[in-house]
C-alpha cells in the first residue's frame, strides 16, 4: 500500500507513481553509454510529457515476482500539473507542490513533511520524468503495437535498483498508458494509467494545516 504512495514508476509514479525505489535495497550498477539520439523515441516521449503536463487519472500499482505471479495490486487516485501532484489512496495522500511533499495519514491523523529531491520527483512525478528522461536515461525506440501504441525502454545512466522502465504510449495523441519497471532479479513493478481528463477542477497542492485542526506535523526537513 505504502509503495504506490512512494512511487514510479512511475513515477510520479507514481507515481508513487511511481515506486519501490524508495525501499532500502541494494542498487545495482547499469551501464548505459551515450549512443545516438532516437528520434523517435524523441518524438513520442515529447507528445507524452505534454499530455502529462496537466492531467488527472487512475493509476493502478500492480507487483509481479519473478515467475510473473501476482504480489499486490493497488489503485491510486492522481492529479499532476505542471510539476505539482496530488495522490490519494485508502485514506492516505500526497501532495507535492513542486519543492515541499505532505504525506498525510488521515486515520493516524499526521502529516510527514519533507523537501523534494530529485529522485522523488522522477519517481513519483512521471511528468517530470518524461520530459527530463534525456538527463536520466538513454531511450530507445521498440516498436509500434497494432494498436497504435509505441513502446520505449529508458534504461538508467546510474545505478538504480531496476535496470530500465518499458513506457507504452498511444502514439498519436501521446496518452501515457503504462510504466513497467524491471528489476534485475526479473520482478516487476506495473503501473496502469487509466481515465484521463485533461480538464477538470483546479486543485490545492499544498496542505493546509489550519483547516485540519489537532493533526500532528512532522517536519523532516
Given at each position: 500500500m505504502i509503495n504506490i504512495l512512494k512511487m514510479v514508476v512511475c513515477v510520479g509514479?507514481?507515481?508513487?507513481?511511481?515506486f519501490s525505489a524508495f525501499n532500502s535495497m541494494q542498487a545495482q550498477i547499469t551501464h548505459a553509454s551515450q549512443g545516438r539520439l532516437d528520434e523517435n523515441a524523441t518524438t513520442v516521449l515529447g507528445k507524452a510529457a505534454k499530455r502529462m503536463d496537466n492531467v488527472k487519472c487512475t493509476v493502478t500499482h500492480t507487483v509481479l515476482d519473478s515467475?510473473?505471479?501476482q504480489q499486490s495490486q493497488h489503485t491510486a487516485d492522481v492529479r499532476y500539473s505542471h510539476g505539482k501532484y496530488r495522490l490519494a489512496v485508502a485514506g492516505q495522500e500526497i501532495i507535492c507542490d513542486g519543492t515541499t511533499v505532505w504525506h498525510w495519514n488521515k486515520q493516524a491523523n499526521e502529516v510527514t513533511v519533507s523537501s523534494v529531491s530529485d529522485d522523488d520527483m522522477d519517481l513519483l512525478n512521471p511528468a517530470k520524468l518524461v520530459a527530463n528522461y534525456?538527463?536520466?536515461f538513454r531511450a530507445k525506440y521498440i516498436r509500434t503495437e497494432d494498436d497504435g501504441t509505441a513502446?520505449?525502454?529508458?534504461?538508467?545512466c546510474s545505478a538504480q535498483s531496476y535496470h530500465k522502465l518499458r513506457l507504452f504510449v498511444i502514439e498519436k495523441d501521446g496518452i501515457l498508458?503504462?510504466?513497467e519497471m524491471h528489476k534485475y532479479d526479473s520482478s516487476r513493478e506495473i503501473f496502469d494509467f487509466s481515465g484521463h481528463k485533461f480538464t477538470f477542477p483546479a486543485s490545492s497542492f499544498t496542505f493546509d494545516t489550519k483547516a485540519h485542526p489537532g493533526v500532528e506535523v512532522i517536519d523532516m526537513r
Open positions: 509514479l507514481v507515481l508513487g507513481f511511481p515467475q510473473k505471479k534525456s538527463k536520466n513502446v520505449i525502454d529508458l534504461q538508467p498508458k503504462r510504466i
